[in-house]
Structure formats: structure tokens, C-alpha cells
């Protein structure tokens, strides 16, 4: 690790604050198209002539495809914005999936809705990293924190809004379509942004930005990365199998309820509520005890009390159902935190790679989940709540490993280089 010359440009605060707004509208885009399909799901498979038993399988290959596309596109608008300039990602991803919703709202056959799910979940993967590296890299060290927590805590609203616009749409179609019009108006706020003043003076200095082999050549690299990577597995496992899927689980439970389309909406807006709090709560608390790892600890260790509770006290209504996913949604709000991780453990010259890549190889581990769900429920014959719990197991051990072998990267200088 190279030492670079402290990065003096005095920022005005106007601008960054204008930074921080709109990096938070970015995400709170980014989280309603990512989240729209499991919002959908029921009623758009539906309509394109979906048996109701094919449901879960189909929705799973579409949610499959999405995720690929954000595995392929995180490493090529990460890379991208180390070599380019962060503001080249923004403006890039969102145009490709403001267009890929759009003609969402068009689709006729399952063929062209996992095409454009994975066009979409391909511009999608640059939203985030790109947002929060400029976040990090403009604002001091004791603020950087809470700048994420506000970032995240806004974004993850936009769940929220999805689920109250599809209650009251009632038209996938038309919800696509907006998601895309909300792209254009968003890549209009990002023309009035500036470049990271660290990236720019770094990148008059060397060549060598956005080389992945710096990760990739060098173990200890590696490890630390793929460790950033795991920390955050277990928020989408809960995203996936406890909100998007979260008909086929009440289902399970023997729960009753009068639309299977709503059920879906109605749990990830109790989780994605759950996650506002949880994710500015989390910022504040890191901010406060000065560690990022002891919150995250705080974090999985609540997860897991929680989940227990979850399959006790669940089955008992469908009002206690919505309650569980909620506290379940608080629990997993380290997300903030885990992406100042993520931005704060490696250097300038492939931070940005890092910062894309990571986010959204948490996300595309949910086809790792996806597979190993079928194969306890299908192949193994093993009941729904039973499959969810062994997949849970695994994650969640993952991730305590991975804790325990990073450092704790609170108040690190961000000026350097790999």
C-alpha cells in the first residue's frame, strides 16, 4: 500500500451536500427497480400466462437472471469508474436500466422479461457503488459515516414507495414504466455533480486504476475482499426468502389471507420500512461506538434471536407474519455499514471497482441461495420453513467468519493507493 499526498481541495459544502441528496435519490431508484419484480411478480407471471404452480420456480429463474446481470455488470462499471471517473458510471448505468424498464413495461413472453430483467439488473449494478465511492471519497473522515447511513436509510425507502405505488396502480406494467421515466428524471439531477477530487488528483499520478488483478494476484487482497463480499450475504438471503417469497413461506405456515399478490408487497414494505431504520440506525450507531465491526456483530447477532422468534411466533396471524419481517428488516440494516466497509478497505486506484463489485456480488449470491433453497425443498424433499433455515445456517456462518477475519476500518485515511 502506497501513501499518496494528503487531498487538500477545500469541497463546498453546498456541493457536497448536493452530493450526498443525490447520490440518496440514486439509491432510492435503484432499490425500486430492484425490488419491483418481487413486487410483481404474482400478478405479471400471471398475466403473461403462468400457472399458478410455476409461480415460485419461474419468479426464481427471473430473479436469476436479474442477479447475473448485476454480477457481470458490477465488475464492468466498477472497473469502469476507476478507469473513467465515477460520474461516467452514474450517468451510463442509469441510462441502460431506465431504458431496460421501459421496455419492460412492453413485454409479452418470458423470454423478453428475463432479457430486459437482466439488462436492467446489469445498468442497476453501477448505481450504488458509484454513489457512495463520491460519498466517501468528498466528505471527512468523522462524516462519512452518517453521509452512508443517510444515503442508504433514504434509498431503501424506495421500496417503500414501490410497494404503495403497486397497491395502488394495480398495473405492473405501468410500474415499469415509471421506474424508467424516475432513471431519465434522476440522470438530469446528475449533471449537476462533481467529479471525486481524491479520484482526480490520483489519477494524474498513475496508470494503473481499476486493475482487478491488484485483487485477484495478492491473497491477503483476496481474502479481505471475499470476506467484505460475505459480511453481507445474510441481508439478501432474509430479502429473498423471507419478503419476495414471502407467499410461499405463509403458504407453509398454514396462514390465510385473502390475496396471494398483496402478500408479497405487504412483506417487503413491512421489511424495506424495517430497513430505513435499520440502516440509519446502524450509521449512527457505528458513528457512535466508532466501529464499524461492532455493530455488524450487533447486527447478526439480532438477526439470529430474531429468526428463531420468527419461526415460533410467525405461524400465529398474518398481522405478527408482517410484524416479524419488519423487526427481521431492522436486524439486516447494516447495509450502510457494510458498504462503508466495503469503500473504506481498499485504496483509491480500486475503490470504485470494489465498491460496485462487492454490493453487487452480495446481491447476485442470492442465485447461490435460490439453489440452495431448491435443492433442500425439491431435490431433498425437505419442507419449505426447514429449507429456509438450513440456507439461513449457512449464510449467516459465513458471514461471522468473514467478521472475524476483517479489521475494523472506521476512521481509516481514504487517501492512498494499492
Not at 122 to 133: I, S, Y
Not at 175 to 180: A, D, K, R, S
Not at 198 to 223: D, P, W
Not at 290 to 296: A, D, F, G, P, V
Request: glycine share 10%; aromatic share 12%.
Amino acid at each position: 500500500m502506497t501513501k499518496k499526498t494528503p487531498y487538500f481541495s477545500d469541497l463546498q459544502n453546498k456541493g457536497v451536500t448536493l452530493l450526498v441528496i443525490v447520490a440518496a435519490l440514486g439509491y432510492f431508484v435503484d432499490i425500486f427497480d430492484l425490488l419491483l419484480f418481487g413486487m410483481v411478480r404474482i400478478g405479471s407471471l400471471r398475466s403473461l400466462g403462468v400457472d399458478d404452480s410455476m409461480l415460485e420456480s419461474i419468479g426464481l429463474r427471473l430473479d436469476n437472471w436479474q442477479m447475473l446481470g448485476m454480477l457481470l455488470g458490477g465488475i464492468f462499471w466498477g472497473i469502469l469508474g476507476d478507469k473513467k471517473g465515477r460520474i461516467s458510471v452514474l450517468f451510463g448505468s442509469i441510462l441502460t436500466y431506465s431504458i431496460a424498464n421501459i421496455l419492460n413495461s412492453f413485454v409479452h413472453s418470458i423470454t423478453h422479461y428475463e432479457l430486459l430483467r437482466f439488462i436492467a439488473g446489469f445498468g442497476l449494478a453501477g448505481e450504488l457503488g458509484a454513489g457512495v465511492t463520491l460519498v466517501n471519497e468528498s466528505l471527512n473522515k468523522e462524516k462519512r459515516g452518517i453521509a452512508t447511513a443517510f444515503v442508504a436509510g433514504f434509498g431503501v425507502f424506495g421500496a417503500v414507495f414501490g410497494c404503495v405505488l403497486v397497491l395502488w396502480l394495480k398495473d405492473w406494467r405501468l410500474c415499469y414504466l415509471i421506474g424508467g421515466i424516475m432513471g431519465f428524471i434522476l440522470l438530469i439531477l446528475r449533471i449537476s455533480i462533481f467529479e471525486s477530487g481524491m479520484y482526480k488528483n490520483v489519477r494524474t499520478k498513475t496508470n494503473n486504476l481499476g486493475n482487478f488483478s491488484i485483487i485477484l494476484k495478492n491473497s491477503k487482497k483476496l481474502k479481505k475482499y471475499l470476506c467484505v463480499i460475505a459480511l453481507a450475504i445474510p441481508i439478501w438471503y432474509v430479502v429473498q426468502l423471507y419478503a419476495k417469497y414471502a407467499p410461499e413461506l405463509a403458504d407453509a405456515f398454514g396462514l390465510h389471507y385473502p390475496d396471494k399478490k398483496q402478500v408479497a408487497v405487504y412483506a417487503i414494505l413491512a421489511m424495506y420500512s424495517g430497513l430505513t431504520f435499520g440502516d440509519v440506525g446502524s450509521g449512527l450507531l457505528s458513528n457512535y461506538l466508532k466501529s464499524r465491526k461492532k455493530t455488524i456483530l450487533l447486527s447478526i447477532s439480532t438477526l439470529i434471536i430474531l429468526i428463531i422468534l420468527f419461526f415460533i411466533v410467525g405461524r400465529i396471524s398474518m398481522l405478527v407474519y408482517y410484524i416479524m419481517i419488519f423487526l427481521l428488516g431492522i436486524a439486516i440494516g447494516y447495509w450502510a455499514v457494510f458498504m462503508s466497509i466495503a469503500t473504506e478497505s481498499f485504496g483509491i486506484n480500486i475503490r470504485s471497482t470494489v465498491s460496485n463489485t462487492a454490493p453487487n456480488f452480495v446481491r447476485g449470491s442470492v442465485i447461490l441461495i435460490n439453489f440452495l433453497y431448491l435443492t433442500f425443498k425439491d431435490s431433498l424433499s425437505l419442507s419449505t420453513p426447514l429449507s429456509n433455515i438450513l440456507v439461513g445456517i449457512i449464510c449467516i456462518s459465513i458471514a461471522l467468519y468473514a467478521w472475524s477475519q476483517l479489521e475494523d476500518t472506521f476512521g481509516k485515511d481514504l487517501d492512498y493507493i494499492e
